[in-house]
């Protein structure tokens, strides 16, 4: 318990000084009319009010991520906290606000574009079809994830099908039509779906949340796992804490899909001093729910009559239930017990709304990354669907692959997603605060992003060679991967010192 207080405090301490610093080194120019007054179109470019834009991206970025990839990160043990806490502070909430605000400064413009301005045209190209990629294992995730939790409230019909001998029943008419829904998302004006009921299914997710939290600190915060109990790997599969639970936790702490969002209300937002509360806010308040979660699963399985403490008690679920999402299987459980029927269903609904309005914008980002590629005016409906039409029938395809595959591929790409654009910034940043013919006041700001650039280099690049999706190196070997990562990663840090010098010789 004590360690989860200390948490939620500092959460929220992180953004009212950490938060404040960030702002101050991005420089905020209040009297700069935004993409949002100066490009209004009535479908992407719409103004909209500075809480409703808030609630929005909280959805968009709070989708099953923080939820599922909370759960799926405490199994590594209490390690878990520290990385949502300090990941959603200096990593999480840089990346975010970063992203939103140089979409803003660029003219709203989608995450290639920001990236390809500051890291080059072949970087420009990778990104587009990185971020396309990672919004359709987005799409797929969120799409299957609500589908099964809908699935346990109102049974219909189901799909029968075969998985390493294993037959598994997938709610197909839920899947239409959740489906159904994201087509209308994806090209309908911005303010008729999302921007109109978005602050609806916040109130229920917070609702959700908080009544977590309440139930669990108030009956059950004896058996809660506690970083005074040792950081040391609780993971039965073999796998090594690092760089594993750093990816597991995908959106929990720092998300590449945020930097595909946060463009979409980047062409909303009507005066750049919004930004903190609307990117960086969205971040921590997507932390704190991701904080509850982990408490949350690593909390309820505890079964003292049978010997199990906390998280042992989750590994012994996880494994009566092995090959079914047990992440969808730990909100169920949790939220039926804790909550009780009609508060449980509430905090279900939640849950399954968070995924599905991350899944229909993750579309619509994917459409309007297509589109600026393009240069294809969105104003009419048939290039609307033209461009999301073959979006479609990739995310439906991908429906019918294992769920655990689609979500670890989904957390890698995710995270390699957000250390590019973590670079982009850093040399935005390095640009504006070291070059500048004024210079900022915080001459080394560029900092603040490139010291999770780093991190995250070395996380994603000891993941890809140490993980069963990637080169999956035996235990033997692993430090060669942990060797070739550290290269990896000084060799970023010692190119971008050279490129300082060569701006520096060109000033």
Request: proline share 5%; aromatic share 14%; net charge neutral.
């Amino acid at each position: 318990m004590v360690t989860f207080l200390i948490a939620l405090v500092l959460l929220v301490v992180g953004f009212l000084t950490y938060g404040v610093l960030v702002e101050k080194i991005f420089g905020v120019e209040p009297d700069r009319k935004t993409p949002a007054l100066t490009k209004s179109d009535g479908v992407d470019f719409v103004p909209m009010a500075p809480w409703r834009i808030f609630l929005v991206q909280f959805l968009n970025i709070a989708g099953l991520g923080p939820i599922f990839g909370a759960i799926m990160g405490i199994f590594y043990g209490p390690a878990a906290f520290l990385w949502i806490v300090f990941g959603t502070i200096f990593a999480g909430g840089v990346h975010d606000y970063l992203s939103g605000m140089l979409s803003i400064r660029k003219g709203g413009v989608s995450l290639p574009d920001i990236v390809g301005d500051e890291l080059g045209k072949g970087t420009k190209v990778f990104m587009r079809v990185l971020s396309l990629v990672l919004l359709i294992l987005l799409t797929t995730t969120f799409l299957s994830g609500p589908a099964v939790l809908l699935q346990g409230l109102a049974p219909l019909s189901t799909y029968a099908m075969e998985r390493f001998g294993v037959v598994y029943q997938i709610p197909i008419i839920w899947i239409f039509i959740i489906f159904g829904y994201y087509a209308l998302a994806t090209v309908l004006p911005v303010d008729k779906l999302i921007g109109r009921f978005y602050p609806i299914f916040g109130g229920i997710l917070l609702f959700m949340g908080l009544g977590i939290m309440v139930i669990m600190l108030g009956w059950h915060s004896g058996e809660m796992p506690e970083v005074f109990d040792g950081l040391q790997n609780r993971q039965t599969n073999g796998l090594p804490l690092f760089p594993m639970m750093f990816v597991s936790i995908a959106c929990g702490a720092i998300s590449g899909f945020h930097g595909t969002q946060s463009p979409i209300m980047a062409r909303c937002v009507t005066n750049e001093r919004q930004g903190r509360w609307i990117f960086y806010g969205a971040m921590v308040a997507e932390g704190i729910l991701a904080l509850i979660w982990a408490a949350a699963a690593g909390t309820f399985f505890a079964d003292p009559e049978q010997g199990l403490y906390g998280i042992d008690g989750l590994q012994a679920f996880a494994a009566e239930h092995s090959g079914e999402n047990i992440a969808a299987l730990v909100i169920d459980r949790v939220s039926r017990n804790w909550l009780g029927a009609v508060g449980g269903i509430l905090a279900i609904i939640g849950v399954i709304a968070a995924p599905i309005t991350s899944g229909d914008t993750a579309l619509r980002s994917a459409r309007l990354i297509v589109a600026d590629f393009l240069k294809w005016d969105q104003r009419p409906i048939p290039k609307r669907l033209i461009i999301a039409l073959p979006l479609f029938l990739c995310v439906f395809g991908m429906v019918f692959v294992d769920f655990n595959i689609v979500w670890r591929y989904f957390a890698w790409t995710n995270q390699t997603l957000a250390t590019f654009t973590l670079w982009a910034g850093t040399v935005w940043l390095y640009k504006k605060s070291a070059i500048s013919i004024q210079p900022s006041a915080f001459r080394f700001g560029y900092l603040i992003a490139l010291i999770p650039a780093l991190f995250m280099t070395m996380v994603c690049s000891s993941y890809i060679l140490i993980a069963p999706e990637g080169l999956h190196l035996p235990v033997e070997w692993r430090w060669l991967g942990y060797t070739i990562a550290g290269v990896i990663t000084i060799a970023c840090l010692v190119g971008f010192i050279f490129w300082t010098k060569k701006v520096k010789g060109e000033k």
